[in-house]
């Protein structure tokens, strides 16, 4: 055995066989099987060495091929030169295998580098993952490893370390029944309701089938008639061409005394064996199953299996992050405990599905010793899933404890169940003789329930996190032996109806529609379920407006068409009914035309003088003349404050309906005369500034004209002085005029002006308003005037 110099100065090692996990220290010992691991430095040298076990005469054989370059044998006389582990027991009788590599998480701002440098003999490093650092250890005894292992455990820098392991897998038993579980009638002697209240949940939810959920398992049959276009091609560990198939050679020897790798594919029909005219249905048929097989090997006359715990880690990283499963079905788990494991699991909790979280379901754990959860159902962060029997009985092999979240119908375990699921296709499962099996149990039976239902709450709302799933199954589940949680059911027996219900009404979030109604704009409720409806109103008002259309243009929606442009500003009700007449929500949302502001404005000029202006929005500088009133009309008026920055003397400023009235001061200085108005959340601004000043002679008004001829003329002349008294008409250099009917719209007279004034003749003009235009350098300005009968 090495001893670790380096360290042994300043620390003591444990005296007992064991690793840590989390506060735990978990003891070992050698089990009594006499039975060893060994691990060769090559296929090669396997192959040499199964040739010389082939070939002895001393009762040393292989029990167990673990991969292609390890195995179990009887003795350790042929393995030496390679790596070779006990096998060990822990406290709990949970079988272990010591690997020769490790796996450490350093403390915040520390590196991997501290420990090689302390223990570069006997340490490589092999890459880093995430946040977890793997690491191969160069000795050639599971008892150096877990010394070395417990070594680098008593670094200050080192959060953990543990071993790299293989544990025999558990597994709770595969097949289903007449499938009581989802509509318990009193067959076979259950007693009615009973079940997980599916049926109804089917006529709410449309099952998407984009969702993934990960089986892993022993691997799924692909092409099994009741599977068929719903299992994606997946991973086998050691195995890149088998995708997630079972391997076997071996058929129709019973799981329970060998192992047909028939359990995957009973799980993978509970959850999703379609919806068609032979074999079961599935509790969520039609999603898509990716099958992971992490265990490939086959255990010859060794009745038990084994998991590598790295393998287990990477398929469980693999199917989350790179494979992006919505769901993790896990029918079984390590025998043992690992912290990496359960790093891998919980970010895949927190970081999968894009960050809202897969979810892990997995199973209880069936003992007849122990009744607590099982790792890693033990987890916070997975759903552990219990099981009770179809007159809602607690099995007594089904753990439990305060770690246990539901519990679903299954049958007895062992091969002793009424479960009827999907098996390998005949020959090679557990039924040679067909394409199911019908003694499938255990909590194995339970756990794909669970993970079938959360599929169906994920197709009625796909924004539901991890966290919120979980919650969720827990508040729905139904009361089996006492009201709220107990040790044995924990909190209920799983309801799919409730759970996908609240799922459902948890998605119903808000009005679709936009803000600013236009002509015509309609409006409806997101993700309402088939048969629901919706009743709409106005707040605060006991009838719709004119203007607001039900059920148009089809069920449960409503359009709005303000074609005739009214100030609205209202909010608009949703009340969300189920199929029963229930009211399930109420949603608002604020709709408001000020939104789209558009406005026009005006100035008048004491009788008979009117000033005309164009529209203004958000942001316009306003052109006015100084000393009269300027009138600015927009629906957003309506109800509107306004405050304003003005050099004195100031405005004088008032509301009126959807009109906002100001008094300019003949000597208003305008150089930051900025106003602003608010509606609401809304603020719209606006400048004013002094525009070019249209005077008209008083002679506009004279009967007797003045051309020289006798004729009746309008004299026009324009100026930019900023009052009244100051006219510089030479800094008016040309000017575009127009003069046009104001009854009848039609142009008498345009022309392009040189200078400051012009003369027009209007003695062929009609007696009517007249309006002159004048367009200088891009701004236009406009007057009226009055031709009447007694020029």
Known sequence: MLVFALIMSCTNIFAQLGYRFGSSFIELSPDSSSLYFVQTKSVGQMMKMKESIKNNDEGVKIVAELAKNACIVNSKSFGAGNYISEIYKDNENHRLIMLPRFAVKMKTGHEIDEVLTLFGQYLTFDKKEHNIYKVNCCVDNSADVL???????LIESVEWCEPMMIGKIRKYNTLEGSQYYLNNTGQNGGTIG?????????????????????????????NHEDLIGSVLPGMTIDYPNEYGDPINDYPTTPFWDGDTKSHGTACAGIIAARNNSIGIRGVASGVKILPVNVNPYTP???????????????????AYDTQGADVISWSGGPDGFSAYISIVLT??????????GTIVVCASGNSTSNQSVVFPASMDETIAVGAINKNGGVWSYSCGGNKLDL????????????????????????????????????????????????ALMLSANPNLTASQVHTILR?????????????????GLVDAYAAVYTALVAGITQISGPTIPGSPSTYYVQNLPSGWSVVWSMQGKTTLPSY????????????????????????????????????????????????????????????????????????????????????????????????YTCFPPYPLVSTSGNTINITLHSSTDFSNCLFHCVNGDRVI???????????IDPILHIMAGNSGEGNPVVNISVSTAETEGETRQDEVASWNLTIYSYTTGKIVHTQKVTGASVSIDTSAWKPDIYVVSAKIDGKEITEKFTLNESR
């Open 407 to 454: 519990v679903a119908p299954s049958g007895d375990c062992l091969g002793q169940g009424d479960v009827v699921t999907t098996d390998r296709s005949a020959p090679y499962g557990e039924n040679a003789a067909g394409n199911y099996m019908y003694n499938f149990g255990g909590t194995s039976a339970a756990c794909p329930q669970v993970a079938g239902v959360v």
């Open 347 to 356: 970010n895949a909790v927190n970081n999968g599905r894009n960050g809202k």
């Open 300 to 318: 010859y006359d060794f009745p038990d299996s084994w998991y590598w715990f790295e393998q287990i880690a990477m398929s469980i990283l693999w």
């Open 548 to 643: 607001c259309t039900i059920n148009y243009p089809a069920a449960n929606q409503l359009q709005i068409n303000n074609s005739s442009k009214l100030h609205i500003q209202e909010t608009l009700v949703a009340k969300v009914y189920n199929a029963n007449g229930t009211l399930v929500k109420t949603l608002t949302k604020y709709i408001n035309t000020a939104d789209g502001f558009t406005g026009s404005y005006s100035q008048t000029i004491p009788t008979p003088y009117e000033v005309l202006w164009g529209g203004f929005h958000d942001g316009s500088v306003i052109q006015v003349k100084q000393g009269y009133n300027v009138a600015l009309t927009s629906n957003y008026f309506y109800g509107v404050s306004v405050s």
């Open 685 to 695: 601004e606006f400048r004013l500034r002094a525009a070019p000043t249209l005077f």
């Open 147 to 153: 010394t070395l292992n417990e070594e680098i455990n």
């Open 194 to 222: 009973i079940d997980i209240n599916v049926k109804p949940a089917w006529n709410i939810v449309t099952v998407d089938t984009t969702l993934v959920v990960a089986v892993i398992d022993d691997g799924v049959d692909r």
């Open 475 to 491: 508040n729905t589940a139904r009361d089996v032996n006492t009201s709220g949680f107990d040790n044995a059911t924990g909190y």
